[in-house]
């Protein structure tokens, strides 16, 4: 079992930049792959970013590719969100989620075993 821990989030003007943490506790944090997902109020849970264990390899939503990098450091059990040049339309709040399967920017939120509760991103205008 992976229990999630969201943190980082706050309130930052458009253009502005934030990093999101998400700890991980339990020791098997390697071996999960790891995507951040977001909800707006209102809106269904949208995929943001994915990494996954073989090679690392990752993916991002469309409205977030260039913007938004997404990174690991299995020595800490920490997932990581880069977010730069925010945009008012970035404000949601943030999941972490772990899966055991491939991730892709097609994934679903049924997809993911495991979730953090989420922190909350205001980007104003």
């Known amino acids: 079992q992976v229990q999630l821990e969201e943190s980082g989030g706050g309130l930052v003007q458009a253009g502005g930049s934030l990093r999101l943490s998400c700890a991980a506790a339990?020791?098997?944090?390697?071996?999960?792959?790891m995507a951040w997902f977001r909800q707006a109020l209102g809106e269904e849970r949208e995929f943001v970013a994915a990494?996954?264990?073989?090679?690392?390899?990752?993916d991002y939503g469309v409205s977030v590719k260039g913007r938004f990098t997404i990174f690991r450091d299995n020595g800490k059990n920490t997932l990581y969100l880069q977010m730069n040049s925010l945009k008012p339309e970035d404000t949601a709040v943030y999941y972490c989620?772990?899966?055991?399967?491939?991730?892709?920017?097609?994934?679903?939120?049924?997809?993911?075993?495991?979730w953090g509760k989420g922190t909350l991103v205001t980007v104003s205008s």
């Open positions: 989620a772990a899966s055991t399967g491939w991730l892709t920017s097609t994934s679903v939120p049924y997809e993911m075993t495991y």
């Open positions: 339990g020791r098997t944090f390697n071996r999960y792959a």
């Open positions: 990494i996954n264990v073989i090679g690392g390899s990752v």
